[in-house]
């Protein structure tokens, strides 16, 4: 009775898991695809650019320095923006710089994206082994370490690609009221795969002092 329980509570997290994982990459695809409008668009028009940008008052955030009209009111309500979608003229410099930048952009961008589907593989393969009852088995603590790399290589990605964007986007704007953020990526994923390194370091040192008592019997 025990096995088939323990199966059972496996397969329902791994189920669990793959959901969330499946609904978390359908919150981002609305994102995704109005980034690939804007990109089509920009394709299209050589003399535009889109550019999302993350900002903040300067004077701090009790700081107002826009408005909007309520329509149920007819007032008029200050508000400050957080971010924003910004499409500017290109100019020639725009044109010709950024190019070696721009394409570590893109690279990174691929890397993110072979990471989101390499995870769930991993994941697959280390809930089937679980549910054979292989706890101790190394390659299921190699599951885990590849899964705890790509986390954290999918955090150091993210970073970086939110870092070139930032330091591309104050060299060409600059506004009165409000300073360009740097737009950092969830340090969840960050803990996340220091805990799933850390859990297959564990089950790591359980397996060889599984294999000793082999031995020793």
């Not at 028009?45 to 999302?52: G, I, L, P, R």
């Amino acid at each position: 009775m025990g096995k088939p329980r323990i199966t059972l509570r496996l397969t329902t997290l791994a189920v669990l898991a793959v959901a969330a994982y499946v609904f978390m990459i359908l919150l981002s695809m609305g994102d995704l695809w109005e980034g690939f409008k804007l990109g089509m668009e920009d394709g299209q028009d050589k003399a535009h650019e889109t550019h999302f940008v993350y900002l903040k008052a300067k004077e701090g955030i009790t700081h107002y320095p826009d408005s909007l009209v309520n329509l149920v009111s007819g007032n008029t309500l200050p508000i400050s923006y957080d971010q924003g979608v910004l499409r500017a003229p290109l100019t020639e410099t725009d044109q010709q710089g950024f190019t070696w930048i721009k394409l570590l952009e893109k690279i990174l961008a691929f890397v993110v994206l072979l990471i989101m589907v390499y995870i769930p593989i991993r994941f697959f393969r280390l809930m089937r082994a679980l549910s054979r009852e292989s706890i101790f088995d190394r390659r299921n603590i190699k599951h885990m370490r590849c899964i705890g790399i790509a986390l954290l290589i999918f955090y150091v990605s993210g970073q970086a690609m939110s870092l070139i964007d930032y330091l591309t986007l104050k060299q060409q704007f600059q506004f009165a009221a409000y300073q360009l953020e740097w737009d950092q990526t969830d340090p969840l994923v960050l803990l996340l795969g220091f805990v799933v390194l850390l859990f297959a370091d564990v089950l790591g040192r359980g397996s060889s002092i599984k294999e000793e008592q082999d031995l020793t019997i």
